[in-house]
């Protein structure tokens, strides 16, 4: 079996630990149609990204201001609209597992709306939140995951990512940072190690780090 060992773990948020998809693609959509865009191309890039970065690839000519405020309309929206957010299978006992182990939540959402789906999922808030608040730059930029290893006190190479979008991939990527891609949405990217979700792992946590197994037939 495929074996990956790390002294901590991080975890994007949105289609890793909570599906929140469809809330997204409401929200998405919703904003898409008020400008005559295509809500589907627009959702569809939207994953692991800032908002107002989504903005300012479909409306280039807009300023950066106008998109930081819109941006925090949608995230507001957002967290008002729980509807169908769940966790991804296994993220409970999984979060459960690494009590022990330094992990973090790097996210592109805000930290209330980080609070607010964490919640709507019933999952336990990590030790160290990393959210937009926190960065200049988002994925697929590394800041994120480079900012939750120093507070952890972890050098980048001892950690692992999981991740479900080309975005969060490529900000592990590029902080040096292994990382599991999670969900069919990774898969589509042909991460190095992938599984469906959490149900697919096993996990040991001997003093000072932690053992991630991948099951065979699904890495």
């Known amino acids: 079996m495929p074996l990956l060992t790390a002294r901590a773990v991080l975890l994007d948020m949105d289609g890793t630990l909570v599906n929140s998809d469809a809330a997204i693609e409401r929200t998405w959509l919703r904003w898409a149609a008020r400008y005559g865009l295509d809500g589907t191309y627009v959702y569809g890039i939207s994953h692991g990204r800032p908002g107002h970065e989504t903005m300012a690839e479909v409306l280039p000519d807009r300023s950066r201001e106008l998109n930081l405020a819109e941006s925090h309309e949608l995230t507001l929206a957002e967290a008002a609209d729980l509807d169908g957010v769940i966790p991804v299978p296994g993220a409970s006992w999984f979060l459960a597992a690494l009590a022990s182990v330094p992990h973090a939540l790097v996210t592109s959402a805000t930290d209330a709306l980080a609070r607010a789906r964490m919640g709507a999922a019933g999952l336990p ?9 926190q960065v200049s730059a988002g994925k ?3 800041e994120g995951f480079l900012a ?3 507070a952890l006190g972890i050098d980048p190479a001892d950690c692992v990512a999981f991740e479900d979008s080309a975005a969060g991939l ?3 990527k590029a902080a040096g940072m292994r990382a599991i891609g999670i969900g069919q949405r990774a898969l589509a990217l042909q991460p190095e190690l ?3 979700d959490f149900n697919d792992l096993r996990l040991q946590t ?4 932690v053992r991630i197994t991948v099951a065979p037939d699904q890495a």
Do not use: D, K, N, Q
Request: glycine content about 8%; hydrophobic content about 50%; charged content about 10%.
């Open 194 to 196: 992938h599984v469906r």
């Open 140 to 142: 697929p930029a590394p």
């Open 148 to 150: 939750a290893a120093a």
């Open 206 to 209: 001997p003093p000072g780090g």
């Open 170 to 172: 490529a900000s592990a």
């Open 125 to 133: 808030l990590p030790p160290v939140l990393v959210t937009a608040e």
